[in-house]
Nanobody, 124 residues
Framework: QVQVAESGGGSVQAGGSLRLSCVVSGRTFSNYAVGWFRQAPGKEREFVAT????????YYADSVKGRCTISRDNAQNTAYLQMSSLKVDDTAAYYC?????????????????WGQGTQVTVSS
């Protein structure tokens, strides 16, 4: 059984930065690709970024490209999402997900294991 736990959310002003963390436990982390998704109130959950199991393959949504960096530390069983130049529109619950695959995916349904989410609130 894979467990996923996010942390690092909070409230920041527009233009600020946050680093989200995602700990994956219960299985060998290096066998799992990781994705970050977000869901704003009244909207569907959407893809943010993904990273392959070795860390060499990353992909971003156009809405965050150039402002976010996804990374991972397989020795620490942890993936990260560094967000900068935050906008009010980035306000959402951010979810981490893991899939037993070499490569990540932009599709929610490709991920079997999800965390509970961490809230990011950006104020103007």
């Amino acid at each position: 059984q894979v467990q996923v736990a996010e942390s690092g959310g909070g409230s920041v002003q527009a233009g600020g930065s946050l680093r989200l963390s995602c700990v994956v436990s219960g299985r060998t982390f290096s066998n799992y690709a990781v994705g970050w998704f977000r869901q704003a109130p009244g909207k569907e959950r959407e893809f943010v970024a993904t990273i392959g199991r070795s860390g060499g393959s990353t992909y971003y949504a156009d809405s965050v490209k150039g402002r976010c960096t996804i990374s991972r530390d397989n020795a620490q069983n942890t993936a990260y999402l560094q967000m900068s130049s935050l906008k009010v529109d980035d306000t959402a619950a951010y979810y981490c997900a893991a899939r037993a695959s070499t490569y990540g995916s932009i599709r929610l349904t490709d991920y079997a294991s999800w965390g509970q989410g961490t809230q990011v609130t950006v104020s103007s």
